[in-house]
């Protein structure tokens, strides 16, 4: 079973979030909060494999809390369910390295089939902010326009060629990880399993030395992976 709890300022979301996954059998619904306090007592409290949580919350800014819910819960997978899509919010979310990126829009069905992923070792981004990931990254790489949380002393190393023993295929997948495709489209560009997708991704950042597909797409953008 995936113990997951729910965090959620609006009570109509937090409804529909948790009858919807309720419907699976392999969720278990430990605890349902509305705000930042909710969130560190049930993750404190219950260790949970998942938090679904909101980025706005009546207390304060979810996005802050990655790292206290982590010291409190090394295991637990945060996925930010949201729907604020701006530069800032996007950038900031995406710093603290969540499992997870899902636009609102998307569905509480589609959460679903998240979920099941993330647990499974797999990290998603919704392809609605991909591309928006794209343009912010371009721009750190041509050292351009900055979303205010990302410091314009940030600065990225120019275009250079890939560290040797990344392999062509490797390439390839950095390079669809940036352009916002799943495991499973990535596993189909490239005629393969969906595991083995998943394996050639972990290696991949074994080897770049990052953490999450965010920090991966920044690579490809300094290595020419994706346009500029």
Partial sequence: MIKIVIIDSDEA?????????????DFDIIGIGKDCYDAIRLV?????????????????????LIPLLKSKSPNTSVVFF??????EHICKALIQGPAGYVDKREGVLNLCRVIK??????????????????????????????????????QCPAKQPAPPGISGVEMRIIGFIAQGFSTHEIAE?????????????????RKVGVSNRSQLALFAIHHGLVPV
Wanted: net charge positive; glycine share 10%; charged share 25%.
């Fill in 44 to 64: 404190e409290g219950k260790h949970p494999d998942i938090v679904i949580m909101d980025i706005e919350l009546k207390d304060g800014d979810g996005i802050g």
């Fill in 117 to 154: 992923n993330i647990r499974h070792g797999d990290s998603y981004i919704s392809s609605q902010i991909a591309p928006k990931i794209c343009s912010i990254f371009s721009r750190m790489a041509q050292g351009g326009v900055y979303p205010k949380i990302i410091s314009h002393n940030t």
């Fill in 13 to 25: 979301e937090r409804h529909k979030i948790k009858n919807t996954l309720s419907s699976q059998s």
């Fill in 189 to 205: 560009k490239l005629s393969i399993t969906k595991g083995t997708a998943r394996n050639y991704i972990s290696v991949v950042m």
């Fill in 82 to 87: 949201t729907g604020l899509e701006d530069e």
